[in-house]
């Protein structure tokens, strides 16, 4: 949902420029501001730019609180470059409250379906309706897409579409802000991106990075304490966002209707997803609101796309490689020419036969864009991974029956297991390294006391998992509320001749974090019984990939990831926002491996 400050970070549509085409067009553009009313009088500013071609074009938009000032020529844009070489009207408008816009500011302003009322999908018609009738030399047909904020503001406006809008792309967009994507993961709080993002959005009407006087904000995090400091010390109930997390420690109204899972039904006006399965912010929302809109989609015009990449990257003009894993091709340009230009072109100018793979995939491992006529693919078959004694995962269910059959480890909330290799820069900050984090080689936690592993033999055969990847833990904990993090590593070998720098990588597939409080409602949180077993399912989200023969399987747990991660006191308090500092304890927590409770990644695998 961010903005990159820095020039070299920024990735998201016509606000964030990847790199300039050497390419020569022979169309040339001509840039238009204007401020559009809307229905209340308030005005939005707006960049439009028209191209000197004399048959009409449709109407693309994105609609960003990043700042469209300094949009520069579509055809200097890389991410659209190629629709722009054929003529397109390109227009970029500051939501109401950012930037040149008049009006308040709203984080994620949720849809209200009341008359007199505004919202972002008001906001989209009123601007759509402007567009239509007053910039020249348009066909009357509309097109909305972007990344981040942008691609929610896309997914707003296609769930109650203006008539003229044929077509949409939401990419990265946020789903549900509790069950998953930027600010919470299963309940669980995520501390330094809500706390870096809530300042940079909300303490001005312009993006401004929080003055942090550490530059590891391991340590900052860890001297601020109990989340109540931060208001106390630094926000003084200034931020609304923050405000709101601290006051909505549950799954309640709040949180439940500004979810899209509300408001967004079926596929109103043809939708493409498009998500990053190595998506730091909102990897979630592309899967999560492709599968709602599968449900109610009668008329064939729901569909996806997932390739190897972060918050964005797609946008860019050589993505071939994130952090150290190498992708093996431009898949960014793949995903610009063959599907985006594609897609827009075919609903808008009537270009093309128009018969999209229902899913394009990209196949990490094997490193091969893949399609599928339904998603995740029906074919595969369902395979258990257990965790067994001596540090092994197998295929074959333990057997023992012997009540000692676990492992352990003692977590410490002075002691945290940092999400990443420190120094953890700030977010958004110069030189961070938030952008990779998640393929960063976990052997960063190797040796720790508080971090469990089981790995298989070397493969002798490839195995394909392509679809949704669940986690069940059988465990206990002496505490009465305890944080699960389970990651799913591809081991490579030990030497790696075709990378030799790959050598060992232990590269994560797929993670993700489950406050133990939830386990039942996540509108109803309970105390955990401590030392009783339970189970806990947790939904690790969808993959494609490849463990190459060869490689190995690794099965990570552990019960911190901080700072993006608030630390769990291990003590259940009504509200972790009000834990005091007295109420953070050790707790020794247990993962059970015998023929009664038996922990195992379940997933779908390809033959």
Known sequence: MKKFIALELVIA???????TSSAQTKITY????AMIPMRDGIKLYTV???PDISEPVPILIQRTPYGSEDMPSPDQITYIKDMAAEGYIFVTQDIRGRYKSEGGFVMNRPILDKPGTVDESTDTYDAVEWMIHNIPNNNGNVGQLGISYPGWTTLVAAARPHPAMKAASEQATMSDLFLGDDFHHNGAFRLSYAYDYSFMEEISNVDSLFPFDHYDLYNWFLKLGPLSNANDKYFHNKLPSWNNFMQHANYDSFWQFKSPLRYVDYPRIPMLHVGGVWDQEDM??????????????????????????????????????????NMGSNTGEYFQKNIQKKWFDYWLKGKGDGKFSEATVFQTGSNQWKTYTTWPPKEAEHKKLYVTANGKVSFDKPTTASATAFDDYVSDPKKPVPYRSRPIEQTYGPGSRWYTW????QRFVDGRPDVLTWQSDTLTEDVTITGNIIAHLFASTTGSDVDWVVKLIDVYPDQYP??????GYELMISSEVFRGRYRNSFEKPE????????????????ANHTFLKGHRIMVQVQSSWFPIIDMNPQKYVPSIFNAKAADYQKATQKIYRNNMYATYIEFPEMK
């Open 30 to 33: 001509t840039r238009h501001e």
């Open 527 to 542: 105390a955990i019984v401590p030392n009783k077993v339970l189970e806990y399912k947790i939904d690790l989200h969808q």
């Open 13 to 19: 549509f016509m606000c964030c420029i990847a790199a």
């Open 438 to 441: 998640l393929v960063e080689d």
């Open 498 to 503: 075709k990378e030799p720098k790959m050598s």
């Open 48 to 50: 439009y730019y028209t």
């Open 284 to 325: 979630m929302g592309p899967q999560i609101m492709y599968t709602k809109m599968e449900k109610l989609d009668s008329n064939n015009r729901n569909y996806i796309c997932l390739g190897p990449w972060n918050h964005g990257q797609w946008a860019g003009g050589n993505v071939t490689k994130l952090g150290a894993y």
